[in-house]
């Protein structure tokens, strides 16, 4: 009656919610908080009800729609990406569906490239799941948006590992590696990782021209 007839969905949702603390269960509770929650308007006060249910009744499948439908009222970056993580973290461990998973850590990079924590967890999904295709194409689309040096310099040093051991990529290590190493990188490491990368290839012009007595004396 307050949901349709008095066009009253706040009402309607405290009514819904008293019916839930003593009936956890109620079917046509649950779908009506459903059906509300569609609309922004009252999304969160729906959402508040219908998270803690579906999460101790373990209905995972719905609880990830429902933490889908409050990362669109979400306008934060910081947020977003807190949202995305807990998002992932439903589909490893409760729905047990790691390439879902691999997507919302994903998405939860494109909030904030600079956490390498989510990098580790696309790393460890894709080494799972053999996602390293992917894995690369989501490195090369952050690093195009980043304008840090530090943050830009650790994302292509991961490319070009990627790439190199991962994908057998050659030409495409030494790429990220290059761009890396332009950017200001100061390891040692990156340099002998392109020299050697180089030689393999047999590219000894660019091997000269990137050779710098600097870079050895580090």
């Given at each position: 009656?307050?949901?349709?007839e008095?066009?009253?969905?706040?009402?309607?949702?405290?009514?819904?919610?008293?019916?839930?603390?003593?009936?956890?269960?109620?079917a046509?509770?649950?779908?009506?908080?459903?059906?509300i929650?569609?609309?922004?308007?009252y999304?969160?006060?729906?959402?508040?009800?219908?998270?803690?249910?579906?999460?101790?009744?373990?209905?995972?499948?719905?609880l990830?729609?429902v933490?889908?439908?409050?990362?669109?009222?979400?306008?934060?970056?910081?947020q977003?990406?807190?949202?995305?993580?807990?998002?992932?973290?439903?589909?490893?461990?409760?729905?047990?569906?790691?390439?879902?998973?691999?997507?919302?850590?994903?998405?939860?990079?494109?909030?904030?490239?600079?956490?390498?924590?989510?990098?580790?967890?696309?790393?460890?999904?894709?080494?799972?799941?053999?996602?390293?295709?992917?894995?690369?194409?989501?490195?090369?689309?952050?690093?195009?948006n980043?304008?840090?040096?530090?943050?830009?310099?650790?994302?292509?040093?991961?490319?070009?590992?990627?790439r190199?051991?991962?994908?057998?990529?050659?030409?495409?290590?030494i790429?990220?590696?290059?761009?890396?190493?332009?950017a200001?990188?100061?390891?040692p490491?990156?340099?002998?990782?392109?020299?050697?990368?180089?030689?393999?290839?047999?590219?000894?012009?660019?091997?000269?021209?990137?050779?710098?007595?600097?870079?050895?004396?580090?």
């Open positions: 009656l307050q949901e349709k008095l066009s009253d969905p706040g009402a309607a949702i405290e009514s819904y919610r008293d019916v839930l603390s003593q009936h956890p269960t109620n046509v509770a649950i779908e009506a908080l459903e059906r929650a569609q609309e922004e308007t999304r969160g006060m729906a959402i508040e009800v219908l998270e803690p249910l579906h999460r101790d009744a373990e209905r995972w499948d719905r990830a729609a933490l889908e439908l409050k990362l669109a009222i979400l306008s934060e970056p910081a977003r990406q807190d949202e995305l993580i807990a998002i992932a973290e439903l589909h490893e461990g409760g729905r047990s569906n790691l390439v879902d998973a691999f997507d919302a850590y994903d998405r939860a990079l494109a909030e904030d490239a600079s956490n390498m924590a989510v990098v580790d967890h696309l790393e460890r999904l894709a080494r799972s799941e053999r996602l390293f295709d992917r894995l690369a194409e989501s490195l090369s689309r952050r690093v195009e980043v304008y840090e040096p530090g943050v830009e310099i650790e994302l292509l040093s991961r490319l070009g590992h990627i190199e051991v991962e994908l057998h990529d050659a030409q495409g290590a790429a990220a590696l290059q761009r890396a190493l332009d200001g990188a100061d390891d490491s990156l340099l002998l990782s392109v020299d050697r990368l180089y030689e393999r290839e047999g590219m000894w012009s660019s091997k000269r021209t990137s050779t710098s007595p600097t870079w050895w004396t580090c």
